[in-house]
C-alpha cells in the first residue's frame, strides 16, 4: 500500500518554532529620544530636612524631648479625648514617675539597709509588671493600641498619684492623728480618680465596645494598689 502524502500542515512533520523568534525582526529606531528627569520635589526636600534630627545639637534634642514630654504631662493633668500620647508614645515620663514614686517611699526606711533597697525594687516591679499585664489583658480582649502606646498611657497616668505622695509627704510633717488620716485619704482618693479618668480617656476608644469593662477593671485595680502604697506610707 503506497503511503499517503503527508500534508504541509501536519503537526507531525513540522518543526515547533522558537518563542521568541519573531523578536529578532523587531528593530527600535534610534531616533526616539528618551525624555524626562528623575528628581525629587523641593518640598519633599525641605520636609526631610527639617525632620532630619542629626544635624542638630544634644542640647536641642534634648529641650525637644523635655517639651515633648511636659505637653504629655499637660494632657494628664487636663484629661481629654486625644491621641497625642497614643501617637508621639515615649517611656521617659513614665520612668522618671516610676523611679520618684520608688525613691520616695524608699525614703521611709532609709535607715534600715535591709528595707531600703527591696522597697524600691517592690514599687518598681509592681508598676511595670502591673502596666504590661493590662496591655497584654487589652490586647488580648482585641484592642487596636499597641504595646508600648498602652505603656506610654498607663506610666504617664501616674502623674496624678505622684502629685498625691508629695502632699501627703508634706502632710506627714504635721502631727499625726486622725485629722491628718483624713486629709491623706481625702487626696490619695481624688488623684485616684483623676489617674482613673484620664487613663480611661486615651485608652476607651482603643477596646471594642463589649469588652471597655474588662479592659478598664485592670486599670482600676493597678491604681488602686499604688495608691494603697502612698496611703499606708508613713515615715
Known amino acids: 500500500m503506497a503511503e ?3 500534508s504541509p ?3 507531525r512533520t513540522t518543526s515547533p518554532r522558537p518563542l521568541f523568534a519573531g523578536l529578532s525582526e523587531i528593530s527600535i529606531s534610534q531616533d526616539i529620544p528618551v525624555e524626562g528627569e528623575i528628581t525629587i520635589p523641593m518640598r519633599s526636600r525641605i520636609r526631610e530636612l527639617d525632620s532630619s534630627t542629626l544635624n542638630e545639637s544634644v542640647q536641642n534634642t534634648i529641650m525637644r524631648d523635655l517639651k515633648a514630654v511636659g505637653k504629655k504631662f499637660m494632657h494628664v493633668l487636663y ?3 486625644s491621641n497625642t500620647l497614643l501617637r508621639d508614645w515615649d517611656l521617659w515620663g513614665p520612668l522618671v514617675l516610676c523611679v520618684t514614686l520608688a525613691l520616695m517611699l524608699q525614703r521611709g526606711s532609709a535607715d534600715n539597709e535591709n528595707d531600703g533597697g527591696p522597697q524600691f525594687a517592690e514599687v518598681f516591679v509592681i508598676i511595670w509588671f502591673g502596666a504590661v499585664t493590662i496591655t497584654l489583658n487589652s490586647k488580648l480582649l482585641g ?11 498607663l506610666g504617664y497616668c ?3 498619684l505622684t502629685v498625691a505622695l508629695l502632699v501627703c509627704r508634706l ?5 499625726p ?6 486629709v491623706r485619704l481625702f487626696v490619695v482618693i481624688v488623684m485616684f480618680a483623676w489617674s482613673i479618668v484620664a487613663s480611661t480617656a486615651f485608652l ?4 471594642p465596645p463589649n469588652r471597655k469593662a474588662l479592659a478598664i477593671y485592670p486599670v482600676f485595680l493597678f491604681y488602686f494598689v499604688i495608691s494603697w502604697m502612698i496611703l499606708t506610707f508613713t515615715p
Open 4 to 6: 499517503a502524502a503527508e
Open 9 to 11: 500542515g501536519d503537526p
Open 79 to 81: 484629661p481629654r479625648k
Open 143 to 153: 484592642g487596636n493600641i499597641s504595646f508600648f502606646q498602652s505603656l506610654c498611657v
Open 158 to 160: 501616674i502623674l496624678p
Open 171 to 175: 502632710v506627714l510633717l504635721a502631727k
Open 177 to 182: 492623728g486622725p485629722i491628718n488620716f483624713i
Open 204 to 207: 476607651a476608644d482603643s477596646q
